[in-house]
């Protein structure tokens, strides 16, 4: 019980490379080393009630810590948390953390970029290769162009969409996925990136159909039933295109819910497949679990986007593109503004070079962005993790070399491209790697969690004494007095500390299997966040919000309003091994318990991630292909900075406007990015039909100032009206739906606010808004009113009581024809 701290235990508190943590540094320094050096005593005490097995992995893990509230709680609500650590897996949970620690005994170089003459005379593949687009002649881009869209045209591509991050990265630790959130951007559009995503996806199965798709597409409205089918009068059919969503359990009910609201942006339903990722529990820098509730919820984070190819084969993802014919996967993420959804250049290559797997990659701005090198390992044959000597890997910018980091060409530019989440793998290569033994990479994140302390006791007058807790819903909105924060208010008084939570008081909290008190939290770390102004790195920007503990419940209440500047641990916290040992000597009913939510200014935990690159050392058929920063990479990862939602918008806005010029208009347009243009995906997937289009609608040059901001749609779009209900809106963008996306009786929901610490069973808040369908479940009958095929031709018949009276209306008639003078009118 007394050995010192575990190997991982000790890396984690100390940190690795440039990183610095933000922790409790206003607390004695031997913190870690006397939590983890507990009295065995204090560890019975702990442990007594736990099964044998139980006890055995909180004593090999040292989380016995995580007990340290049972004293508040009661005979059910301990039970519930023992079966929460069950769950959290703490003997894999530790040996993920020593894996990722192990030393790595192989060295990286900078992979060679080649010249597309040696392509032409029977070159040789080998792995890590990269090849720039740009360099490429006219007339080779066009024929891979061709080859691509021939591709999507026979079924042969499908598209995987990563939404399941935690927006961990972002700092801004809302609920809402950076890719279905409207409020972030602020888009003249009002749309998602998810949906100008799959706005492109349609643009470009029309590009893929013909001159007639495309027509159809931008000229007259389709199918109106929210299905890109089959035209009767033209005789043409959008090829299909499979739309992959991958999500955790952390995002999945909000992606679900925006693809629903909005009519699956004109994407046929039975294309969209949705399916999860798994989650880690995270550790902090001391190696313990995070709070999130006092009955037994501890944070939990995605592995990476290198968890799709596992999630794939637990589901049926790859199952379904095998009988559909998909042959090749094009993996995406949702963070980027100019992602191009199905590059059929960049398809096009792949499938002409006959590899198995490739990714996009982007010149650096400079040393420290974060992105993920594209590098060439070299290794043993032997090695456990790969059976080449050479092999192209993804390398963390931490654990990079300094010669591979700041190396650059002639010219100035950064040697070492960095990957912009743009991914092709064959779905062969997709079902091998599945299985594979892979390490996964420590990652600082800030996580918010709860901090709990006792009152009644010598030290809890200090600063760290919480203000007034009494409080009602789960989260209280700041509001007057809640940006008082901006600056760094005076601590609270004693005078105003709360009554606390007796012991044995907490009943059992039903498990949530969506971890909705972790949503909750980081819905309302984000409304501090803002409020604050908090910028993610500042380790002395830490804050701390009451909690108000109510039993009767039971239910946390979060008062945003109270923030405060704070240590991350309070000096009367359970985790402060001398609180630990006054409760293990004294009588704890004296003891009352509080709790405060801590809103980390600095990465605090530990996360486990692996990434898709990280999977290309399986194979010697791996390449990179560099594209151009300003037409394909607009990162949303920060609140400010290069990867910030403003610096996205100004990368769109100038995109467009260099198609504009392209075409002949004026580019004189201001570089505002509120006074921007924009370009709908409807209407052109990298400049094409734009000229055609502001002719024939004559617009005027856009270099005049009161056309701006400035809209282009293509015709019959529905615009969407609102920004404030950034889910659902009145109507859909896409010209595929018809009628109403919301049905008139719901109320409206902002994305900036949170359910909280809802803990309802995942079963009944998984879609907590539903769509009326107007005629799924009906008989479809071909040339009638219900057909798909003939919605068009049928515009008065919008639903199943439509389609009902039209068909006795047609029976009456046709029997009135028929009957004779004897027989009695129906």
């Not at 499938?351 to 590098?375: H, P, Q, S, W």
């Not at 008062?559 to 916290?573: D, K, L, M, Q």
């Not at 605090?604 to 010697?620: I, K, P």
Request: hydrophobic share 35%.
């Amino acid at each position: 019980m007394g050995q010192s701290p575990s190997l991982w235990c000790q890396d984690m508190r100390h940190g690795t490379g440039d990183i610095s943590f933000s922790g409790a540094r206003s607390q004695p320094q031997k913190l870690a080393e006397s939590f983890q050096q507990s009295p065995p005593s204090d560890i019975d005490r702990l442990l007594a009630g736990c099964s044998r097995e139980l006890a055995d992995v909180l004593r090999e893990t040292r989380q016995w810590g995580s007990l340290r509230c049972r004293a508040w709680l009661s005979p059910p609500a301990l039970r519930v948390l023992m079966l929460s650590l069950q769950r959290c897996g703490l003997k894999r949970l530790v040996d993920l953390h020593r894996e990722s620690e192990a030393a790595d005994e192989c060295t990286y170089s900078i992979p060679p970029v080649i010249r597309w003459e040696e392509l032409d005379a029977d070159h040789v593949v080998s792995p890590g290769q990269v090849f720039r687009i740009e360099d490429a002649d006219r007339k080779k881009v066009s024929h891979l162009r061709r080859l691509g869209l021939q591709a999507i045209r026979q079924g042969k591509v499908g598209v995987v969409l990563l939404a399941g991050g935690a927006n961990l990265r972002l700092g801004d630790g809302s609920e809402i996925p950076v890719g279905c959130s409207r409020r972030l951007l602020r888009l003249q559009s009002r749309k998602s990136i998810l949906h100008l995503i799959c706005e492109r996806i349609l643009r470009l199965a029309a590009l893929a159909a013909g001159d007639e798709a495309v027509g159809a597409l931008t000229g007259t409205r389709p199918n109106g039933n929210g299905e890109a089918g089959k035209d009767r009068q033209r005789g043409f059919t959008l090829p299909s295109i499979p739309v992959l969503v991958l999500t955790s359990r952390l995002t999945h009910h909000r992606v679900v819910e925006h693809f629903e609201a909005c009519g699956y942006f004109g994407l046929p339903a039975n294309d969209v497949v949705f399916f999860e990722q798994p989650l880690l529990p995270v550790l902090d820098e001391n190696g313990r679990l995070l709070p999130q509730s006092l009955g037994g919820e501890f944070a939990h984070a995605p592995g990476g986007e290198g968890a799709v190819f596992s999630a794939l084969a637990s589901s049926t993802g790859l199952e379904q593109m095998r009988d559909r014919g998909v042959d090749c996967l094009h993996i995406l993420g949702t963070e980027n503004l100019l992602a191009k959804v199905c590059d059929p250049t960049f398809l096009g290559f792949c499938r002409n070079m006959e590899i198995d797997c490739a990714c996009k990659l982007v010149e650096r701005a400079d040393c420290f962005e974060d992105l993920e090198l594209f590098a060439l390992r070299q290794s043993r044959v032997s090695t456990y993790y790969a059976d080449a000597e050479d092999a192209a890997c993804g390398l963390h910018l931490r654990e990079a070399p300094e010669n591979i980091r700041h190396m650059r060409h002639e010219s100035g530019v950064l040697s070492c491209y960095g990957s912009i989440t743009s991914y092709f793998v064959t779905v062969a290569f997709a079902e091998e790697v599945v299985g594979r033994p892979q390490r996964l990479r420590k990652v600082p994140r800030a996580v918010p969690f709860l901090d709990f302390y006792v009152s009644g006791m010598d030290g809890d007058a200090d600063e760290c004494a919480t203000p007034n807790l009494s409080g009602g819903m789960v989260m209280e909105a700041p509001g007057a007095g809640a940006g008082t924060g901006r600056s760094s208010p005076s601590p609270p008084r004693r005078s105003r500390l709360p009554p606390g939570l007796p012991p044995g008081a907490w009943p059992a909290e039903t498990p949530s299997m969506s971890h909705s008190c972790q949503r909750g939290l980081m819905a309302a770390a984000a409304e501090v966040r803002s409020a604050c102004k908090l910028q993610t790195g500042d380790e002395a920007a830490t804050r701390r919000c009451d909690v108000h503990l109510d039993s009767e419940g039971p239910r946390a209440v979060v008062r945003v309003r109270s923030s405060y500047r704070g240590p991350a641990i309070a000096e009367t916290s359970l985790s402060n091994p001398a609180v630990a040992l006054a409760l293990s000597s004294s009588a704890e009913a004296s003891f009352l318990l509080n709790c405060s939510l801590v809103v980390p200014g600095a990465p605090n935990a530990w996360v486990l991630e692996a990434t898709v690159l990280d999977y290309f050392v399986y194979t010697d058929r791996a390449l990179g292909v560099q594209v151009k920063r300003s037409e394909e990479f607009a990162p949303v990862r920060l609140l400010d900075g290069a990867h910030s939602p403003e610096v996205a918008k100004r990368s769109l806005h100038a995109l467009h406007v260099s198609w504009l010029a392209a075409v002949g208009f004026s580019s004189t347009v201001p570089d505002d990015q509120e006074r921007g243009v924009e370009v709908s995906p409807l209407l052109s997937y990298e400049g094409e039909g734009v000229a055609a289009h502001l002719t024939a609608d004559g617009y005027a040059l856009l270099s005049e100032q009161q056309r701006l901001p400035c809209h282009i749609k293509a015709p019959h779009e529905v615009t969407i009206e609102s920004i404030d209900n950034p889910l659902v809106g009145p109507r859909c963008a896409s010209p595929f739906v018809r009628g109403s996306v919301v049905s008139p009786t719901l109320p409206a929901q902002r994305d900036d606010i949170a359910d909280g610490l809802d803990t309802r069973p995942y079963y009944l808040q998984e879609y907590p808004r539903r769509l009326e369908v107007s005629s799924s479940d009906f008989p479809r009958f071909n040339g009638g009113p219900g057909s798909r095929t003939a919605s068009r031709s049928y515009p008065e018949a919008s639903g199943p009581s439509a389609q009902v009276d039209a068909t006795l209306a047609a029976a009456r008639d046709r029997l009135s024809k028929e009957q004779s003078p004897d027989i009695p009118a129906l």
